[in-house]
T-cell receptor, first 117, second 113 residues
């Protein structure tokens, strides 16, 4: 079984400040990890993913995340927040059962990011 | 990336009626589609996995007779909420597995009065 925990349902930062959204996971198999962003009334959009290889992954819009196996974490960061980053962010882990690379996703509870001037 | 559409985007219905939601993969032939449900202030919860040409696989606790899934072609999966009740009001999202991740539709907001 897999699970994802996002610490903090709401995060508020000033424009230009560091963004840090926390995600911890549990998985009995090597995980595939994802961060998605959801803007109001829109579908989820992939920000970045970790599969294998380099543990620091870079995504769109200046976001990056680091896979830390020892800490079972996959925190999302961005050095300088922009007003357009305000949205809800979901961390997810993928089920690798049956040899499916991108199978069922288990999502965290989501973190709403607010950016104020 | 792949494009997924859902129709309708919003639907309001009376209790006891049935509602059909369509999910289309516009530029990818999807043998597998997923249906999620998202209640307010909660995360997405997988309801079922829709397989083209075969029966859907439902997650534990999801009633297959209430949430009918049909995946008759590689580009279309439908979810029918039968005899809807107010507790079925939610945001329903479909997705399909693409070459590098899942691609999600924009969702359908169902309100049952």
């Amino acid at each position: 079984a897999q699970s994802v925990t996002q610490l903090g349902s709401h995060v508020s930062v000033s424009e230009g400040a560091l963004v840090l959204l926390r995600c911890n996971y549990s998985s009995s198999v090597p995980p595939y990890l994802f961060w998605y962003v959801q803007y109001p009334n829109q579908g989820l959009q992939l920000l970045l993913k970790y599969t294998t290889g380099a543990t620091l992954v870079k995504g769109i819009n200046g976001f990056e995340a680091e896979f830390k196996k020892s800490e079972t974490s996959f925190h999302l960061t961005k050095p300088s927040a922009h007003m357009s980053d305000a949205a809800e962010y979901f961390c997810a882990v993928s089920d690798l059962a049956g040899g499916t690379s991108y199978g069922k996703l288990t999502f965290g509870q989501g973190t709403i990011l607010t950016v104020h001037p | 990336g792949a494009v997924v559409s859902q129709h309708p985007s919003r639907v309001i219905c009376k209790s006891g009626t049935s509602v059909k939601i369509e999910c289309r993969s516009l530029d990818f032939q999807a043998t597998t589609m997923f249906w999620y449900r998202q209640f307010p202030k909660q995360s997405l919860m997988l309801m079922a996995t829709s397989n083209e040409g075969s029966k859907a696989t439902y997650e534990q606790g999801v009633e297959k007779d209430k949430f009918l899934i049909n995946h008759a072609s590689l580009t279309l999966s439908t979810l029918t909420v039968t005899s809807a009740h107010p507790e079925d009001s939610s945001f329903y999202i479909c997705s399909h597995t693409g070459p590098d991740t899942q691609y999600f539709g924009p969702g359908t907001r169902l309100t049952v009065l």
